[in-house]
């Protein structure tokens, strides 16, 4: 069986928060239902055209700061679309959480 998973260099995990993206036609703000290292997946009823590049910006451990990376739209369907990033983003995230603005774990209150 060839199902998406299979597919994945990396692997998905469910999730539900709320990130920035830009297209081609304006800028939006949806749902992230699961992401990996190499990519997500939207939930919207948007209309995205598959094969268009994607920026998408989303908070990393603390909302002072947010990741921003490339992908493509390789799956649109009517739950929402998936991205495929154009280079895995792991090594972002630890660059991101190693910043001093970071929140650790000691200093949660």
Do not use: W
């Not at 469910?14 to 703000?29: L, N, V």
């Not at 590049?53 to 908070?59: E, K, L, R």
């Not at 990393?60 to 009517?78: D, E, H, P, Y």
Request: net charge positive.
């Amino acid at each position: 069986m060839n199902t998406v998973s299979n597919r994945r260099r990396y692997p998905r995990h469910t999730t539900q928060f709320s990130a920035k993206y830009r297209i081609k036609e304006g800028s939006f703000r949806d749902l992230i239902h699961n992401i990996g290292a190499g990519g997500l997946f939207f939930g919207t009823r948007r209309k995205i055209n598959q094969g268009q590049p994607i920026n998408v910006q989303f908070p990393i451990f603390t909302f002072k700061k947010a990741l921003s990376v490339m992908g493509t739209v390789v799956r649109c369907n009517s739950e929402g679309f998936a991205v495929v990033f154009d280079e895995a983003i792991q090594e972002k995230i630890s660059k991101a959480s190693r910043s001093p603005e970071g929140v650790h774990e000691g200093h949660r209150s």
